[in-house]
């Protein structure tokens, strides 16, 4: 069955960096966009990044120029590189793999990872 994991979540210092990954089972991941979301407890999940099958890449206001989107599809793997961290990036990142055609839509998600950052 499907499955996507992401991991590399932790506590961290404002200021400091970290490094995500979702790696993804059961798909064929080449075919797949992958958004990476972030929700903090009692706000609304928020889009951070996206990366797309030609790896053409988008990211939130909030997030530009100190995160970056990658994928390697030979690991079934994206990435999502953050620096610069702030207390205001504190939630759990959650990965979705997609694609659509037509009006339809294909969605898979992992379980989420904590990122908190705190001194």
């Known amino acids: 069955q499907v499955q996507l994991v992401e991991s590399g979540g932790g506590l961290v210092q404002p200021g400091g960096s970290l490094k995500l990954s979702c790696q993804a089972s059961e798909i064929i991941f080449k075919n797949y966009a992958v958004n990476w979301y972030r929700q903090a407890p009692g706000l609304k999940r928020e889009f951070v990044a996206v990366v797309y099958k030609t790896e053409a890449t988008n990211y939130a206001d909030s997030v530009k120029g100190r995160f970056t989107v990658s994928r390697d599809n030979s690991r079934n793997t994206s990435y999502l590189q953050m620096s610069s961290l702030k207390s205001e990036d504190t939630a759990v990142y959650y990965c979705?793999?997609?694609?659509?055609?037509?009006?339809?839509?294909?969605?898979?998600w992992g379980p989420g990872t904590q990122v908190t950052v705190s001194s």
């Open positions: 979705n793999a997609f694609r659509t055609w037509g009006a339809s839509r294909e969605d898979y």
